[in-house]
């Protein structure tokens, strides 16, 4: 299934949103995403390549993030969200 734009917002720990383009099947060209947290964190920058990602940019500063991947597996926090209260379900 191809789709050229796909956006999304996320409330977990704090405000996310994501924008992913150009997407055939399980897989984009480019993705990016910008996060302010509840939580302040130390900064750091991550950046690897590997591991469903020909490149993977993360950036944190005190509440900000900044997250960009080239060619890289679409995230699907449908996913995500339908392991979690499995998982949860599970283990109260």
Same mark, same amino acid.
């Given at each position: 299934?191809k789709k050229?734009?796909?956006?999304?917002?996320?409330?977990?720990?704090?405000?996310?949103?994501?924008?992913? #383009?150009?997407n055939?099947? =399980?897989?984009? &060209?480019?993705?990016?995403s910008l %996060?302010?947290?509840?939580?302040?964190?130390?900064?750091?920058?991550?950046?690897?390549?590997?591991t469903?990602d020909?490149?993977?940019? #993360?950036?944190?500063?005190? =509440?900000?993030? &900044?997250?960009?991947?080239?060619? %890289?597996r679409?995230?699907?926090?449908?996913?995500?969200?339908?392991?979690?209260?499995?998982?949860?379900?599970d283990?109260v």
């Open positions: 299934m050229l734009f796909i956006g999304a917002y996320r409330y977990d720990f704090g405000h996310d949103w994501y924008a992913s #383009l150009i055939i099947r =399980k897989w984009s &060209l480019f993705q990016i %996060s302010w947290n509840n939580e302040a964190s130390w900064p750091y920058l991550q950046v690897r390549s590997g469903g020909v490149l993977s940019i #993360l950036f944190w500063a005190h =509440k900000f993030g &900044l997250d960009f991947t080239l060619i %890289s679409t995230w699907c926090w449908d996913r995500y969200d339908k392991f979690y209260e499995t998982f949860k379900e283990n």
